[in-house]
Structures are given as C-alpha cells and as structure tokens.
C-alpha cells in the first residue's frame, strides 16, 4: 500500500508538471526554464542525499557515463521535452513522454544486449503506433503541433536511452547520479541562460505564477518527484511500479483540460490506448 501510494503520488507530480511548463514557457523559454528548474532541484537533491548518507564518490571510469546520463537525459531530454509541451499541449506532453518504457527496449537491445522477444518487439510497434496517431492524427493540425510532438518523441527516445546507460553503473545511488547530471546540465545550460537573461526584459518576469511553476518544477517534480518514486521502489518490483506510470498522462489530460482548456480530442485517446499497450506489454514478465 505504501509503495503504491508513493509511485502514484510520483507519477501524479510529474502529470502535473506538464501544465506548470505550460504556465512558465510564455515568459521563461524552455533553455532558462530547465536551468531555474534545476537551480532550486539541486539544493534540495544535495539536502535529501546528506540526510540518507549516500556517497559522492565516482570511480574516474565511469564519469563519462554518469556525463552522457546528464547530457542526453537531463539536459537533451527535459530541454526538447519542454519546448514540446510549449509547442503542444500538457495532454500531448504527458502521453508521448509516457511511451519511455516501450522505446528503452531498443537501447536495452543495442547497448546492453538483453534478448528482444516478441512481446517486446509488439511493445515498440504499439507505442511508436500509438505516438504517431496522436502526432499527425487530425489533418487540420498546426505545423507547431507537429514540430512539438516530434520535440516530445525526441525526448521519450533520450530519456530511455539515459534509462539504459544508468545500467551500466548500478553501483551508485540513484540520488548521486541524478545530482551529477542535474549538475552537469547547468553547466551545458549556463551560457545560453546568462545570454537569455541579458537581454530579457526583466519587468515580465514579475509573475507570482511563473514563478511559483518554476518552484514547483525545481523543487516538488525533480527532486519530490523523484524522491518519492525511489521510496515506492524500495516497495515494490520494478516490473510492477512500471505501470502506476500512467497516472502521468492521466493527471495530465485532467489538468490540462480544466485548467488550461485543451481540448481531448480520439486521435488522443487511440494513441493513448496503443501506447498504454505498448508500455503494458514491456512490463509483463
């Protein structure tokens, strides 16, 4: 009960970061958002790590792993994946980023070698499916839509292939390699941040809401978000937890629809149907 609560309530935050990108990307866009959400994460991931004792201590073999993790998965993926959900929808952000399990098959298979089975094979196929009906599924859709929902795929596909490198180096607390690649991620991010706020005027930054969406990203989605998915862990088998996954999408639709209006339209809800039974399919044993 405990480790279903703790992964619904993960899978619930990060639902709801999409609609908080959605407040924040028409004042901050995507590049300064990422590193003012990862400013307020790291503090708060130092503090959590401090009081559970984890080490900090990488053997110097494995940064260039621990570097890719934070190229490709903390700073690639969340950058395309919020200039997607700027471009789209909270909906269209949830679901597509939802497809992840189904397309770490594909890396699992070059990188690690792990056998492709059939109900793997049928996994990629649905969700892959499944994205490109929700994608390219009205005719009448907006070039912006269609650019967004390949920025969406573009960050589904590095965050399983960040997902399959962290295989590679087991060793490490969860809680380390995530500051690390929060770490690096402001680094790679810094420059273009410090040319954006140059520039900007900062008389529109004045907004309580994007303010307060940029606290929720930094602090509740990277670092409670993530806390409370590694305590439901510890509860459950991963083969299981998998599947509270799709509270993500869930809280996503909902919220985007009541409070930002999107509509939810059934191209939406054939493509979440075939990535649910995609990502299901992955998860089986």
């Known amino acids: 009960m405990r480790g279903a609560l703790y992964l619904s309530l993960a899978a619930s935050i990060w639902g709801a970061m999409f609609v ?13 958002l990422v590193f003012m959400r990862y400013l307020t994460a790291i503090f708060a991931l130092f503090a959590f790590g401090e009081a559970k ?14 570097f890719l993790v934070g190229l490709i998965g903390q700073t690639i993926s ?17 679901i597509i980023t939802a497809a992840t399990p189904a397309f770490m098959v594909i890396f699992a298979r070059l990188i690690l070698r792990e056998k492709l089975t059939v109900a793997r094979m049928l996994s990629v196929v649905f969700a892959t ?11 009448d859709i907006e070039m912006n839509s269609m650019l967004g929902g390949v920025s969406l795929t573009v960050a589904a596909l590095t ?15 969860s809680i380390t390699i995530t500051f690390y690649g929060v770490l690096i991620a402001l680094v790679l991010l810094a420059p273009c941040t410090t040319y954006w706020l140059s520039g900007v005027d900062k008389s529109s930054l004045a907004s309580a809401p994007v303010w307060l969406a940029v ?12 806390i409370f998915w590694n305590m439901g862990l510890k509860e459950m088998d991963a083969s299981v937890s998998g599947i509270f996954f799709f509270f993500q999408p869930i809280v996503g639709t909902l919220l985007g629809w009541l409070f930002l209006g999107e509509p939810v339209t059934i191209y939406f809800w054939v493509g ?14």
């Open 159 to 173: 965050w399983g292939l960040m997902s399959v490198l962290l295989k590679k180096i087991p060793q490490y607390s």
């Open 215 to 226: 606290l929720y990203l930094g602090i509740v989605s990277t670092a409670g978000g993530f």
């Open 272 to 285: 979440s149907a075939l990535v649910a039974a995609g990502v299901l399919l992955v998860m089986k044993k």
């Open 129 to 139: 499916i499944g994205v490109l009906i929700i994608v390219a599924g009205p005719s």
């Open 20 to 32: 908080m990108v959605r407040i924040a990307v028409p004042v901050i866009p995507p590049i300064p």
């Open 53 to 66: 004792h984890v080490s900090w201590h990488i053997d110097k073999n494995d940064w260039l792993t621990v």
């Open 78 to 94: 969340i950058v395309t994946q919020e200039t997607g959900t700027m471009l789209t929808s909270a909906q269209m952000g949830s």
